[in-house]
């Protein structure tokens, strides 16, 4: 059974500094991994899809990992902004054409 | 435009009632979800419809009944309502199942009193 864990839970830093967000899934045959961002009181927005056989995507300031022989995935954010501050989720599709998520990563971005 | 819409957002009832939620995404697509976000946060797969046919059932107790009048459509019906079937249900939509990017509605937050 797949599980995605994502490290740290809670994330406080100040504005401009670049930070790293983790996520691990136990089950690498995976097909892709997507990563959200999920605001209060509203939807997730996917931010980036990596296929299985890429190693990263970019948009913008974020740039996603995967490394899926160690079950790993990483979403970096440059030069962080308040208006960054959500949760960020990853999820993992491994073939059942559904997404298995992890409990997300709580982001405070500070003036 | 809102790409995928559910409603009500807050859905508050006893009990035992029956109560609906209902689904439109205008973005084309074949496939449509609802996935249920518990108090840990964690989001959960319930079911899955492409081109109004369901793909996936996971294990939810048969008082969910998911329909899908058309691609454009799904809604959730719940019958007997528990304490436990509080959460915040999400409706999701998809250009095709697995392999593409998701796109989420808003939730519908239901509290079970």
């Known amino acids: 059974k797949q599980e995605v864990t994502q490290i740290p839970a809670a994330l406080s830093v100040p504005e401009g500094e670049n930070l790293v967000l983790n996520c691990s899934f136990t089950d690498s045959a995976i097909y892709n991994l997507q990563w959200f961002r999920q605001d209060p009181g509203k939807g997730l927005t996917s931010l980036l899809l990596?296929?299985?056989?890429?190693r990263e995507q970019t948009s913008g300031r974020l740039n996603a990992s995967l490394d899926k022989s160690s079950g790993r995935s990483t979403l970096y954010i440059a030069a962080s902004q308040p208006g960054d501050s959500a949760t960020y989720l990853c999820a993992v599709d491994t073939g059942r054409r559904a997404l298995t998520f992890g409990s997300g990563t709580r982001l405070q971005v500070q003036p | 435009d809102t790409a995928v819409s559910q409603t009500p957002k807050y859905l508050v009832t006893q009990m035992g009632n029956d109560k609906s939620i209902k689904c439109e995404q205008n973005?084309?697509?074949?496939?449509m979800y609802w996935y249920k976000q518990d108090s840990k946060k964690f989001l959960k797969i319930m079911f899955s419809?492409?081109?109004?046919?369901?793909?996936i059932n996971e294990t939810v107790p048969n008082r969910f009944s998911p329909k899908s009048p058309d691609k454009a459509h799904l809604n959730l019906h719940i019958n007997s309502l528990e304490l436990g079937d509080s959460a915040v249900y999400f409706c999701?939509?998809?250009?095709?199942?697995?392999?593409?990017?998701?796109?989420f509605g808003s939730g519908t937050q239901l509290s079970v009193l």
């Open positions: 973005l084309g697509h074949d496939t």
């Open positions: 419809y492409n081109n109004k046919e369901l793909i």
């Open positions: 990596i296929q299985s056989s890429q």
């Open positions: 999701a939509s998809s250009q095709a199942p697995g392999g593409e990017k998701l796109f």
